[in-house]
T-cell receptor, first 113, second 114 residues
């Protein structure tokens, strides 16, 4: 069964600090991996999309890495801001299932002043 | 604002009832997706349409159905509602529905079944 596991489940960091979120997946065959940011009660917003040939992609203070061999990805947040408080969701696409996306459970990040 | 609109924002109904959720994609987007987000299951993909045709199916129950109309808006019909159907329902859209495309999510419809 295709799975996407994220860690930690939740994280508290001080404003201005960096943090790294992890995502491990078993989806195969792999098409792409996305990171979404979701504020409470709102729709997810896409941060990055990476195919198997890409190993890093940045979007402002967010940098995602991908190791397709070990099936691991990370999302690094640099110089965190209060507005970074949200859930971050790792999503993997399976080429064999059309455009079906498998979602991780998310990491809830709280940035404190 | 993603450009995807969903109505209604909130819906409260009783078990056994039927409801219809509506989604208008971003201007120019041909593909629409439906997702369910509950507290215990996280986000789950339900179904995708492209230009009126079903393209991919996920964990959609038989009690649920969807369609995309010629003007590209989409409706998700939920029938014989159960308490466990209480969740946030999101619609997303993308230009052509290819796997590598960014999907833009709407604000969601919060459904409460009592």
């Amino acid at each position: 069964k295709n799975q996407v596991e994220q860690s930690p489940q939740s994280l508290i960091i001080l404003e201005g600090k960096n943090c790294t979120l992890q995502c491990n997946y078993t989806v195969s065959p792999f098409s792409n991996l996305r990171w979404y940011k979701q504020d409470t009660g709102r729709g997810p917003v896409s941060l990055t999309i990476m195919t198997f040939s890409e190993n890093t992609k940045s979007n402002g203070r967010y940098t995602a890495t991908l190791d397709a061999d070990t099936k691991q990805s990370s999302l690094h947040i640099t110089a965190s801001q209060l507005s970074d408080s949200a859930s971050y969701i790792c999503v993997v696409s399976d080429t064999a299932a059309g455009n079906k996306l498998t979602f991780g459970g998310g990491t809830r990040v709280l940035v404190k002043p | 604002d993603s450009g995807v609109t969903q109505t209604p924002k909130h819906l409260i109904t009783a078990t056994g009832q039927r409801v219809t959720l509506r989604c208008s994609p971003r201007s120019g987007d041909l593909s629409v997706y439906w997702y369910q987000q509950s507290l215990d299951q996280g986000l789950q993909f339900l179904i995708q349409y492209y230009n009126g045709e079903e393209r991919a199916k996920g964990n959609i129950l038989e009690r649920f159905s969807a369609q995309q109309f010629p003007d590209l808006h989409s409706e998700l019909n939920l029938s014989s509602l159960e308490l466990g159907d209480s969740a946030l329902y999101f619609c997303a859209s993308s230009v052509t529905g290819l796997v590598q495309e960014t999907q833009y999510f709407g604000p969601g419809t919060r459904l409460l079944v009592l």
